[in-house]
């Protein structure tokens, strides 16, 4: 029900000021509402937009406080119906592995952002269910869910928020506290959490384009830290192997069989000697290859098949096809290395596999 009748009192600052101290009031027929911010700027502009729309002739919800603008703008759909949106939107424009950095991230802010817990189901399942079907176009179009899943998709799609209401200072501050933690509850390495706060700033940012909130909450100086983290990003010295220790473990995998050895040998090999990405080592080809007997050799690095899984790439293979990395996809990349390790770690053996 809508009512005209609305008075506004001042920002205030609450006494127990806390992460959130300024505080928003008004009243609509006589039920009064409140909405907390971090900063005065916040709270000040958020109660010109309710005055605004009140000059403008605008009826307000009694029961959420909010001008019909706003119901029309942030409750036509969920946070869980846009987020599939958004999956489903970017799906076919970005690789594997940013499809399965989009779905860990929603995996982990969607299970917060619900009115009540009341009926949720374990959260290994809704989890299951989320990764693999719910952020999983492929899966989706493909597949049909068993019973479990259904019944983990039916409940969140019910207790889901308004997209409207993650600009809120509460809601948006829980989303980054999800992404800055791992599964246990600690707290993630920080190259962990930038990217899962790129991936939400981003479905912000298509929640904007769609009108369906105003600004991307991120874009404000939100009050919010991230946990301390025990995770030290920095390399250790002491876990580095040495060059002897790596001659010795070339020369360990060259006894994995007379097939699979040589084929080890060359894989931690081009690692090591060459500085290459796992994903390069897989792409190379003898033609990229210039192996003279002694000296400086030349691999020609010209694209990446980086490990996936099969149910994130489009052919249905566990390898995907790329360009190197940060670099255009027909970029070709030179890398030159030492050659005296090609022959004396390979062992030569006919070993069975």
Do not use: F, G, I, Y
């Given at each position: 029900m809508n009512s005209y009748n609305v008075r506004f009192w001042k920002t205030m600052r609450k006494k127990r000021g806390g992460t959130a101290p300024f505080m928003v009031r008004w009243v609509v027929e006589g039920k009064v509402h409140h909405r907390v911010f971090a900063t005065a700027e916040l709270a000040d502009s958020f109660r010109s937009e309710l005055v605004h729309a009140a000059r403008q002739g605008e009826a307000f919800d009694i029961e959420s406080g909010m001008p019909e603008s706003n119901l029309r703008i942030g409750n036509g759909i969920s946070w869980y119906s846009h987020a599939v949106e958004y999956v489903d939107a970017r799906w076919g424009k970005v690789s594997g592995k940013q499809r399965i950095s989009i779905a860990e991230?929603?995996?982990?802010v969607t299970p917060v952002l619900v009115k009540d817990r009341r009926g949720m189901p374990e959260?290994?399942?809704l989890r299951a269910a989320l990764y693999h079907w719910a952020f999983n176009k492929q899966n989706r179009d493909n597949a049909q869910p068993d019973a479990d899943v259904k019944a983990a998709l039916e409940w969140i799609a019910r207790a889901s928020i308004p997209i409207g209401d993650v600009a809120e200072y509460d809601w948006i501050t829980a989303a980054l506290d999800a992404c800055a933690s791992k599964l246990d509850g600690?707290?993630?390495?920080s190259a962990y959490f930038s990217r899962r706060r790129r991936v939400l700033y981003n479905v912000l940012r298509y929640a904007t384009?769609?009108?369906r909130i105003r600004t991307n909450p991120l874009d404000s100086d939100l009050d919010w830290k991230a946990p301390d983290e025990d995770v030290c990003d920095e390399i250790d010295p002491a876990v580095v192997a040495s060059p002897m220790q790596v001659r010795e473990l070339l020369t360990a995998v060259s006894y994995a069989g007379w097939r699979r050895g040589p084929r080890l040998v060359a894989f931690f090999a081009c690692m090591y000697y060459a500085m290459?990405?796992?994903g390069e080592v897989v792409?190379?080809?003898?033609?990229?290859c210039d192996l003279p007997e002694q000296g400086w050799g030349r691999l020609m690095l010209g694209g990446s098949r980086p490990t996936v899984g099969t149910e994130w790439t489009d052919s249905g293979q566990v390898h995907e096809t790329r360009g190197l990395k940060g670099r255009p996809r027909r970029a070709k990349d030179p890398s030159r290395f030492r050659l005296n390790w090609s022959r004396s770690f390979v062992h030569t053996s006919p070993d069975t596999e």
């Open positions: 991230t929603l995996v982990a959260r290994t399942a600690t707290a993630a390495a384009s769609k009108k290459m990405r796992p792409a190379l080809q003898e033609h990229d």
